[in-house]
Nanobody
């Protein structure tokens, strides 16, 4: 049985920090490259950070230098440390295998991040 449970979201002021966690169950996640996605209201879900099982990471320019993705392979858990948050980071955050397509396959419920003063 596969399961993805995202947690750690909340309301934070601009410039603040949050740490998200994604607990994965299922062998398909234990060796897969994983990613964090986000979906803002009215926008498509976007993949913005990835990490291989070996720890190699990649991210998009909009989060570079502010967000850090990491993983614990033993716990099959992926983390996202978010610093210097901006209002435009407001979205529902999801994790999944890198390259997963929205509305296809299994997705967790996500965790809401709201950046507002």
């Amino acid at each position: 049985q596969v399961q993805l449970v995202e947690s750690g979201g909340g309301l934070v002021q601009p410039g603040g920090s949050l740490r998200l966690s994604c607990a994965a169950s299922g062998s398909i996640y234990s060796t897969a490259s994983m990613g964090w996605y986000r979906q803002a209201p009215g926008k498509q879900r976007e993949l913005f950070a990835t990490i291989t099982r070996g720890g190699s990471t990649g991210d998009v320019d909009s989060v570079k230098g502010r967000f850090t993705i990491s993983r614990d392979n033993a716990r099959i858990t992926v983390y996202l440390q978010m610093n210097s948050l901006k209002p435009e980071d407001t979205a529902v955050y999801f994790c999944n295998r890198a390259g997963a397509i929205a509305n296809i396959g299994y997705w967790g419920r996500g965790t809401q991040v709201t950046v507002s003063s």
